[in-house]
């Protein structure tokens, strides 16, 4: 019971400010969506189509954060701060070629992306040029999650706390600002964003260049291995948003109040899902810092004791929905047809919580193991091999938003078979500095 306590005592340390860094993100578009609200409808799609667009290329770029979190975790719990650092700087270079690649393509490419997701019009017209003014924020951007995955690793995740809050804080006065006072409009809110990017990535690499590094030119073996296991990640990350992305346009042929509802369900489980998603780092923070220990048994220990937290926090979250089955969906809309939708729905969304709380725990640990080849086929086999094929038969027989939510349900019991197997199997459990992708 006394290491039961210290481990509890560990996971809330870390995982408070993961929590808070977290929740900055959600609050930052709320706030931003509020300013450009008030210019007009138009201005207000336009961000949305754009918004997209970025949501997506920083989601799929967040190998930056797992996959450095991993190597460097392991590497602190060794007591190789030298290469830790060392990682941190190749993670830095990687993030500053990455992005400089994904500014090119996004400014050259945005008026087809806008089309592409169902822009037309003067409001693909808008979203095209935010797009490319929002672009060369992307750098900065990568920057912060290569920064946050160093200082992750090394159990430093009040840093990233404070520099996201302000970051946050001063692009909504700036964007207040250029906005109103200046009247620039809709590009005042990219120019606002991309500045406070700007003071935030540059924060983060000073961080990233302060840690202790034997070297910080460019290697060609580390930056290769962090590649690896970001495409790994890609992969499971990728086969995620496209199975919510196919949930999506299934039922936007079945009807708007359909599509309505899954909307709602969908952002409140994002919201949900940051809380467990926090101890999912703090997960991956303990069980890197064990594994480099050489500390198999105080991994498995501490990752035993996540599950619990994470279990727990799934079957309160699913009894806080259920109760709220007649209250939350009124809150999202005013449309009968939607809120009659949502309620078929709600009770398959107050399910999923179980399962997917141990999904986001057994995530974490995995991650934090360095086991991500095996993750990017879990979740490629459950999102193509059990959803994809639920969801294409609900739009064939008419099963409309239960059908979908179904498959949804199923996506997340196959990943909790496939990852909870492995953890069984305990072959994640390699000891050592490297990490268990190159080890297995």
Known sequence: ???????????????????????????????DTAIVGHIGTQQLAALALAASVLGAIVTLCNFLT????????????????????EIAAQSLWLAIGIGAVMLALTTALAAPLMTLVGGHG???????RYLRLSAFGIPFALIALAAQGYLRGVGDLRSPLVVVLAANAINIVLELVFVYAFGWGLDGSALGTVAAQAGMGATFAYLLLKAPATSRRPHAEQLKSLLRMGGHIVVRTGSLLLAFVIAGAVLARESAASLGAHQIAFQVFIFLALVLDA????????VGRMLGADD????????????????????????GLL?????????????????????????????????????????????????????????AF???GVFVPIALLSLHFGWGVTGVWWGLNALMVARLATIGARFLGRRWLVTGASTAVEAI
């Open 382 to 384: 459950s999102a193509f």
């Open 66 to 85: 797992y996959g450095t979190t991993a190597q460097v975790a392991r590497l602190h719990g060794a007591g190789q701060d030298a290469r830790a650092g």
């Open 1 to 31: 019971m006394p290491a039961s306590r210290e481990y509890d005592r560990e996971i809330l340390r870390l995982a408070v400010p993961a929590l808070g860094a977290l929740a900055a993100e959600p609050l930052y578009l709320l706030a």
């Open 279 to 286: 101890i999912a780092i703090a997960g991956q923070v303990l």
């Open 296 to 319: 198999a048994d105080g991994a498995l220990a501490a990752a035993r004791r996540m599950c619990v937290w994470s279990l727990v926090g799934g079957a309160v979250m699913a009894a």
């Open 323 to 379: 109760a709220t089955t007649d209250v939350l969906p009124h809150a999202f809309s005013s449309d009968d047809a939607v809120v009659a939708q949502a309620h078929e729905l709600w009770p398959l969304f107050a399910l999923l919580q179980i399962p997917g709380a141990l999904v986001f725990a057994l995530d974490g640990i995995l991650l934090g193991a360095g086991d991500t080849r095996y993750l990017a086929y879990a979740m």
């Open 122 to 128: 003067h409001v693909a017209d808008l979203a095209a």
